[in-house]
């Protein structure tokens, strides 16, 4: 037997139901669950807001209709790599670039630090293995002293940020720092060639890696080209986004585009539309409330210009997909999304529930999704089957005896050989009611106890008294 459908009550009190659906990453599966429900019932928001994964929900959904299906069948079938977590691109470039540069400084190294090729073989053809023995043994031992160097920089690196925090703020000029550095640079050369010329013991392969990262160094701080090139040399190690994060966000635009060509553009921008998108401005720090409708609302865009946001209209579809995928740009992970020429980013560490959005639009209702809610909710105690029940064991015959099943009861007393001695449970002890135990002195008390206990227990699940026959208020 099928269940019926479940429809939307007609008596529904609220007229203007706003859906907001919020940041948080993977769990923005979740979302898929509230939306097929709301497909069921036949609830037609006023108002969708959302942000980061809530906003790429929210396009897909609005633009196909609100058929939960196409967007779910992505999350179905979503991979890192879909979704724009390029992890082999980024490996594979890093590891590029670490074997050609550990090649390059190999090749420096052989023809700088090498003994055999320096001058003294050269010019005079002079050697001696006690020499580069010696030149050997140093290179060790300036190795091992800058192992435990690097060592000791990891274990104090907090103390030493402290202390540097303590201290006025550096105010050395850059020229100032850079030329320092290319005297540090040049006096170094300067005394690896006299060595390297001359043939002496020296800890040859050491003196030119410092000397070749020195120079480095002061190339890539240089503002000529030179610097220019070594810059952009090491920001094009992070793919695709020229450092301005590790990836960039074709591939989620990629799925919003497939649903919306597939879809109804006109669903998620233009006149009719009610989408928000939020996302965070980098130029000036404000949330910025990408909207789809083009008319201007003075009294909306007072009262979130108050929540430290600002309202840009976007009435177009490719200008909301644009926005969706800057709401779901992950600081540091996805490189800041484009529009207007303007950069935006996730705006869920700021704004991650807009529900401001939803009530300045003049909702009467909001239905919030909230995938990283701030704190759990208050844990329901659960009912006693003794509810604030009494338990009176004045009825029972003699040679019963009735006792709490925890000794802290209070008013917790004994009968034994008594027919009006009584003994009293109730729900602010925590007690459940135990009776009773009989003796071999009273005859019948076992079925009398044994009938009492069933009624306890169905009693109990149907709801009412636990001891119904047996008991009165307390």
């Not at 005394?191 to 050491?206: D, K, L, N, S, T």
Request: glycine letters at 10%.
């Amino acid at each position: 037997m099928s269940t019926p459908p479940r429809r939307l009550r007609a008596d529904l009190p609220f007229r203007r139901i706003a859906l907001v659906l919020s940041g948080g990453g993977a769990l923005g599966a979740y979302e898929i669950g509230v939306l097929k429900v709301l497909e069921q019932i036949q609830l037609v928001p006023s108002l969708v807001a959302g942000v980061s994964i809530g906003a790429i929900n929210a396009v897909a959904w609005l633009a196909a209709g609100r058929d939960v299906r196409p967007i779910e069948q992505v999350w179905r079938t979503a991979r890192a790599e879909s979704l724009g977590v390029q992890w082999v691109s980024l490996s594979l470039r890093i590891m590029g670039a670490l074997i050609a540069l550990l090649a390059l400084i190999e090749l420096v190294l052989g023809l700088m630090g090498s003994r055999e090729l320096s001058g003294a073989y050269w010019f005079w053809r002079k050697g001696s293995a006690k020499v580069d023995l010696i030149s050997t043994q140093f290179d060790l031992v300036c190795w091992i002293v800058l192992a435990l160097a690097g060592v000791l920089m990891a274990i104090y690196a907090r103390r030493v940020a402290r202390d540097l925090d303590r201290r006025p703020p550096n105010t050395i000029e850059p020229a100032v720092l850079r030329t320092r550095l290319a005297r540090v640079a040049a006096a170094a050369l300067s005394i690896h060639a006299v060595v390297w010329f001359m043939g002496w013991p020296w800890p040859h392969r050491f003196s030119a890696a410092f000397v070749l990262l020195l120079g480095l160094a002061w190339v890539a701080s240089t503002p000529g080209r030179a610097g220019r090139w070594m810059r952009g040399l090491a920001l094009g190690l992070m793919p695709e986004t020229s450092g301005r994060g590790l990836w960039s966000g074709r591939a989620r635009r990629r799925i919003l585009e497939r649903i919306v060509a597939e879809g109804d553009a006109t669903a998620i921008a233009g006149p009719g539309s009610a989408l928000v998108v939020s996302a965070l401005g980098i130029d000036n720090g404000l949330v910025g409330h990408f909207v789809s409708w083009p008319e201007y609302d003075p009294a909306f865009n007072e009262r979130l210009h108050l929540e430290l946001g600002e309202v840009l209209h976007l009435p177009y579809a490719e200008g909301m997909i644009s926005a969706a995928v800057a709401s779901s740009a992950i600081p540091g992970l996805f490189q800041p999304e484009r529009i207007d020429g303007r950069d935006f980013v996730d705006a869920g560490g700021f704004s991650n529930q807009p529900l401001h959005v939803a009530i300045a639009h003049g909702s009467d209702a909001v239905l919030a999704v909230l995938l990283s809610p701030s704190g759990s909710p208050p844990r329901r105690a659960r009912p006693h089957r003794s509810a604030s029940w009494a338990v009176g064991c004045s009825s029972w015959p003699t040679g019963v005896t009735c006792r709490p099943s925890c000794a802290t009861c209070p008013r917790a007393g004994a009968a034994r050989g008594t027919a009006r001695a009584s003994a009293w449970w109730s729900h602010a002890s925590r007690c459940r009611p135990r009776c009773c135990r009989s003796t071999p002195s009273a005859p019948g008390c076992s079925s009398s106890r044994a009938s009492a206990m069933r009624g306890m227990r169905s009693s109990a699940r149907a709801g009412s008294s636990p001891l119904e026959p047996y008991a009165r208020r307390g």
